[in-house]
C-alpha cells in the first residue's frame, strides 16, 4: 500500500510547547525556548539529565495518498571527544495524513533527556522507507543545538 | 520524499485543513555507554535574539527606485541591455562591453567583425546561430550577466569614466556546457617532431 509523500517544512527544537487554548487538534500551539544556544547551571558535570525538550514539525503531504507514516529522532553529539557520536535514538509517534489535513503540526516531547557532555548537537528526524532489501531511516530533517557551561 | 526546494522547485501546501497532533517519544535506545547523570535540571536558553522590523510599505514605483539604489536586480529585466540601460555605465565600462559583444560573435562574424558591436546587433547573429543545445536564451542570458557584472562592479568599485576596465572582468566566454560549436577553439594537433 502506497505511503502518503511529505515536505518537512520546519524542525524546530524548543524547550516546551504549550496550548494556546484548550487543549485540541485545531488548537494553535506557542513555541517556548526556542534557541540555538543553552547552557546547563554553573558547576553542573555531565552527565546532563534534562527534564524534557520537545522538537516541533510542520509537515506538507505532497501526494494525494493517505495513511500515516513513522518517525524517530536520534541524537548525534558532534563536539564529543574523539569526532561526533551517536548517543541515541528514539521512536516518535506516527503522523495521520488525511485528505482534509494535508497539513500536519507535530510537537513530540523527549522527556527526560540525557545529554553526555557539553557541545553541539544533532537532532535527525528520520522515517522509515521501504527498499528493497528492507526497510531503511532516511533523515528527513536536522535540528542543532549548543549546549555550554554557564560563566 | 520531497525535500523543501528540491531543484529549485516550491513545495506548497495542498488546500485543505491542517491538524496539531502531539505526541511522545518512546524509550531512548542508547548507542553509546553514557556516564551517569550527575546533573538534573532545566535547560537555560542562551544567546541573543535579533529583532527586525519590516520597513515602511512602498509603491512599486518606490520600489523600483529602491532597487535601483540597493543594486537589487529586476527578475523580468529583458535579456538584451537597453541603451537607457547602457547609458548607466562608465563610458570604459561601455567600450569593454561592447568590445565583449564584439568578441563574443566574432567566430560567427569572421574577419568583418568590428572592434566594437552594440548587444542588440549581438543578439541577431545568435539568433541565427542558436539550435536546440545552445538555445537562444540561455546565450542571451550571457549578454545579459555580462552587463550585469559592469553594472555591479562599477557601482561597488566606484568606476568613473576613466577607469581602466579589462576583459579579464568577465571571466568565461560561455558556461562549460553552452559552448557552441562555432566558438569552440579548433584544437591543432601536436605537429610530430620525427
Known sequence: MARPKFSVQHFVACLSVSWEGFPGSKTART??????????????EPGFEFDEIWLYARLFRSTQVEGTREFSVKLVWLDAPGGARDVLSRPLSIVRFTNAEPIVN????LRPIEFPGL?????????????????AQLIVAREFIQIEQQP | MKRPNKNGKRV??????????????G????HMPMPPVKSRGQLIPLGEWQIGEAGPPMTPDEYKAYCEREGILDP??????SPEELAKLPLSARVAFARRC???????????????????AAALFLLAASTVQTPLRRMLRCIRRDFDRLLHLARKQKWTDD????????????????????????????VNPV
Open chain 1, 106 to 109: 507535530i510537537a513530540w516531547s
Open chain 1, 31 to 44: 513555541l517556548e525556548g526556542v534557541i540555538h544556544r543553552f547552557s546547563v547551571s554553573p558547576g553542573a
Open chain 2, 102 to 120: 564584439a568578441a563574443r560573435i566574432a567566430p560567427l562574424a569572421g574577419v568583418a567583425t568590428p572592434q566594437e558591436l552594440n548587444p542588440q
Open chain 2, 163 to 190: 577607469t581602466p576596465v579589462s576583459s579579464d572582468v568577465f571571466g568565461p566566454m560561455w558556461p562549460k556546457d553552452l559552448v557552441p560549436t562555432w566558438a569552440r577553439e579548433i584544437q591543432q594537433p601536436p
Open chain 2, 27 to 30: 524509550l531512548p535506545i542508547y
Open chain 1, 119 to 135: 557541545g553541539q548537537y544533532e537532532f535527525r528526524l528520520r522515517t522509515s522507507v521501504r527498499r528493497r532489501v528492507g526497510t
Open chain 2, 76 to 81: 523580468d529585466r529583458q535579456l538584451i541591455p
Open chain 2, 12 to 25: 506548497v501546501p495542498q488546500p485543505g485543513g491542517e491538524s496539531f497532533q502531539i505526541g511522545e517519544a
